[in-house]
């Protein structure tokens, strides 16, 4: 929901009534992954999507039926082994969704989940999907109507209630737990929140702060990489030592531009292992003083720009330096994949593929050379 979170919030504000889809499971090679979500206002706007086309049209008219009736539903997509329903996913998987009503005096709770989410604070939302749902973990056919119980999980506290304040407790613990991992998923628990898995499913959502790209130097590459960061999500710095650079006129998209020697903003960032650090600056007086800094962090991938020159180079002057070779061996360099990029943007292609790749584990290839491996792993 997170990526349409400004578009519905405006929907909200105009006092408008739709409808907001939200993937909650996914079987085998499904399109999109628990979260995805897609909203259809009661004019037939449409934002987001649940499963990147294949059931956008049925899953539209469904959000009309729910807009008028006011109850939510709980809908499955797909093919299993034995069934075909009514709409097919041509990648062969199947997703569930909560299809459910917004706006009109339905879904209180979505304004301060807004706030959140459009403020960048972390955030839970806890929606009771089945009062009966001890019948194993395949995807059923369609049409159950789910109750309207939701519970918001901030930083600070809670809003709303699923029903039982037991319940409330033992979600919230979980939510929480969840919100650290960034993890979406349906839980199973008892009415009170014991520990048992045959009363109720609860599709708990959580919304971490985006995570952090840092982009060292102000350079025509670090544009294009910010653009693709900001593109896929990320909370986007750009830091250069040189104020000639580093302007606003040059970089309008960035959510935080830092004139500062980058070792020294490094030493008072806030480091995750979410954080993706690209350091484009290729100059040993920047570089390396920044990747001595770097390396030690927990920092999810960490790369820098140069020739394969320039990179031996590197690597003894941070030997010399006394980082040990574990920490050598995190070091993308030369950064990105090889795609045969030439220009800036090209290059940032290259670069974020490479963050992708790693993230989730893919091998860089081409797909068809992939065979048969699948292609969600």
């Known amino acids: 929901m997170r990526d349409i979170a400004e578009g519905i919030a405006e929907w909200q504000a105009a006092g408008a009534r739709f409808a907001v889809a939200t993937v909650v499971r996914t079987w085998k090679s499904a399109p ?8 259809v206002r009661e004019d037939g706007d449409v934002i987001g999507s649940v499963s990147g086309g294949c059931v956008e049209g049925a899953v539209y ?3 009309r039926e729910v807009i008028e009736s006011g109850q939510a539903q709980v809908v499955t997509y797909g093919v299993s082994d034995d069934d075909a329903f009514d709409v097919g996913l041509t990648c062969g998987g199947t997703i569930e969704l909560l299809v459910r009503p917004a706006g009109g005096g339905h879904f209180p709770q979505l304004p301060g989940l807004l706030s959140a989410l459009t403020g960048k604070r972390p955030a839970a939302l806890a929606s009771l999907l089945d009062e009966h ?18 519970l918001v999980i901030h930083a600070d506290g809670t809003a ?6 037991g319940l409330d407790a033992a979600i919230t613990e979980r939510a929480r737990g969840l919100l650290a991992q960034g993890a ?14 045959d009363d109720l499913a609860v599709f708990v959502q959580s919304f971490a702060p985006p995570p952090r790209l840092l982009v060292f130097g102000a350079i025509d590459f670090a544009g294009a990489v910010a653009r693709i960061g900001t593109f ?10 040189r104020p000639v650079f580093a302007t606003r006129k040059r970089f309008p998209e960035v959510d935080e531009l830092v004139v500062e020697w980058p070792h020294r903003f490094l030493d008072r960032v806030d480091v995750d292992d979410s954080t993706v650090i690209c350091v484009l600056t290729h100059d040993p007086k920047f570089d390396i003083p920044l990747l001595e800094r770097a390396l030690r962090s927990p920092a999810r991938y960490i790369g820098a720009m140069g020739s394969r ?31 045969g990029a030439r220009t800036p943007e090209e290059t940032a292609v290259a670069i974020m593929a490479e963050v992708i790749s790693l993230r989730w584990g893919g091998s860089g290839r081409r797909l068809i050379d992939t065979t048969p491996l699948p292609i969600h792993r």
């Open 133 to 150: 749902a001890g019948q194993g973990d395949r995807p059923g056919s369609a049409g159950s109507t789910p109750p309207e119980r939701d």
């Open 309 to 339: 020159r320039t990179h031996e180079d590197r690597l003894h002057r941070l030997r010399e330096a006394g980082v040990p070779e574990s920490a050598l061996a995190r070091l993308a360099s030369p950064i990105g994949l090889d795609l």
């Open 232 to 241: 896929l999500g990320y909370h986007v710095t750009v830091c250069d030592a």
């Open 160 to 165: 709303g209630s699923l029903g039982d304040p």
């Open 32 to 39: 999109r992954q628990p979260g995805a979500s897609m909203a």
């Open 184 to 197: 979406s998923e349906v839980v199973r628990v008892g009415r009170a929140g014991e520990e048992r898995r």
């Open 61 to 63: 008219e469904l959000a």
